[in-house]
């Protein structure tokens, strides 16, 4: 066993110290903390996840003991195996934001279960365009609750319904190609999170936008540092 491997184990170990009791042990229930039931690099990725879950809910000061009795297998399982999908820093950030939430909120009400298969359909740029349109959002909604005046925001429509991040932003920001923004914006239109905006925004080349759907962005605000 390499260093690096050890090394993974034994931060498993201490993890499962943590999350078994919290979880009502499903994890060693069902094997996935074990490395010899999943490949050593979705193990990694779930061992680094849960990590920083830990890290999340002990800077938050959430006392777990006050709903791990409520926590079951089929809330917070599909969130742990999907996250060993992906290295990507982007998303591993939002699998432990959302299994964070789900932790504090077992009822399920907060984070859809669907959640974790939509985050699993990501690639890293869709994340990160994801987490810029959010960013995007969160600054007009501050900048409405400090009273500002707000050009060309309509009182009939939520504010993530109105702001859009268009393929010229995008390009900016990603210095990707136009084509693989634009496969990458199909993709996140597809999962349900984006469209291509009310009738507010029908003067645009509504091809060529991201605007949030109700779905996409109680998804990213629950999984993206607001």
Known sequence: M?????AVEETA????????PMLLAPLSELGLLTKDKIAFW??????????????????SGFDTKTISASITPDLVVPLIESSGDSSDQNIREMFARLLA?????????????????ALNQLAPLDAYLVNILFQLVKRYEIAQKAGQKLKNIKGEFPIYRQIMLNLE????????TDEVITI???????LGLCDQGKEVLNFLNRNEILVFTDYGYSLASQCIDN
């Open 42 to 59: 979705r193990f990694k990725n779930q061992v680094e996840m849960l990590k920083r879950t830990k890290e999340i809910i002990d800077n």
């Open 2 to 6: 390499s260093i690096e491997e050890k």
């Open 184 to 190: 990458s914006f199909q993709n996140i239109r597809r």
């Open 169 to 176: 932003s995008a390009r900016k920001t990603t210095e990707k």
């Open 13 to 20: 170990k201490t993890l499962r110290q943590y999350i078994d």
């Open 101 to 117: 939430n789900a932790i504090k909120n077992p009822d399920g009400e907060v984070v859809h279960p669907s959640y974790a298969k």
